[in-house]
């Protein structure tokens, strides 16, 4: 295995165990204007995605367009969510305290739900000055650019890195730039990620084996 100099991590589903809570918030909000959708659904269809993207599928189920509000009520009700429920992915709080190599967080999020969800779970400390999102290029996964981007920032090249993703669109994103990446299965209720990802685990005690003591 090569020894990577550098671990990229998304944020939602692979350090703050927050997607369950903000798709369900979702969900709820677009079957008040009646998608009729589940959770699932929104696995399948918004995990890992630009919220625009999402929109835009919600705006095709219910055959009209989204209030303009939308977007403004769905962030402040997922934050009081997060507020209330969000915890750190089990075992990585330890993965991360135990890394020898910089690290990084590369998100799909605003900086504020990065910053809100690092910080309610006790994470913050470890990445304050290592935030990188996709809101801050105006680009999105799967393209590469936010992974490109950390890299770069934080002095290596995609080859001495590793990412760490938990949807298919961030793999893809990972691999789009080059970078070897690992897809943590927990919650790949779809099964994509085995067959894309450099490594596949359904645990973060897998990924510390892989990346502190191999």
Known sequence: MPKYKCVIFDCDGVLVDSEPIGNQVLVDMANELGANINLEYAYKH??????????????TLINQPIPEDFSDRYRQK???AFKANIKPV?????LVKNLKVPYCVASSGPENKIRLNLELTGLLPYFENNIFSCYTIQKWKPSPAVFVWAAESLGFKPEDCIVIEDSLTGVRAAKNGSFDVIGYTAHDYNNELKSEATFAFNNMEAIRNLLIDS
């Open 78 to 80: 997922s934050f009081e």
């Open 90 to 94: 089990e075992g990585v709080t330890d």
């Open 46 to 59: 918004f995990k890992g995605g630009k919220m625009e993207s999402c929109l835009d599928k919600i705006a």
